[in-house]
């Protein structure tokens, strides 16, 4: 098996058009995340990402994802003891002490939201 050097994320809900645009970006070896997604890229996602190295912020966005490290591990073709250094790594790197520190760093930086957007919300 190759190895996995470009990472594309789309949202299932997003067009055709967007899966093949993900596709090329990832054949490329680049990063892509569909336009529904940019969240992952704002502002204070960049300043903190300033801290982490390329494969720490891969493994922290795909965490915040809702991945593990099995899973990430699998998904980037990397052994699970080197997901798991990398995620030790950036948690010290932004003082993060465990899994609901992550989280509650990603939802505070890019604006998560644990409760449905207005445009869900029933009548």
Do not use: C
Request: proline residues 4%; glycine residues 4%; charged residues 25%.
């Amino acid at each position: 098996m190759a190895a996995v050097t470009g990472v594309s994320i789309v949202n299932k809900t997003e067009p055709l058009e967007q899966v093949l645009t993900a596709l090329r970006h990832a054949a490329e070896g680049q990063t892509y995340f569909s336009p529904t997604l940019e969240w992952l890229l704002d502002d204070t996602h960049r300043k903190a990402s300033g801290l982490l190295t390329h494969r720490e912020q891969q493994v922290l966005e795909l965490i915040g994802m809702g991945m593990n490290v099995s899973q990430i591990a699998a998904m980037l073709d990397r052994h699970i003891t080197t997901v798991s250094t990398q995620k030790r790594s950036l948690m010290n790197k932004l003082a993060l002490r465990n899994d609901r520190d992550i989280v509650e760093f990603l939802r505070d930086r890019h604006r998560w939201r644990s409760d449905p957007s207005p445009d869900q919300e029933g009548p």
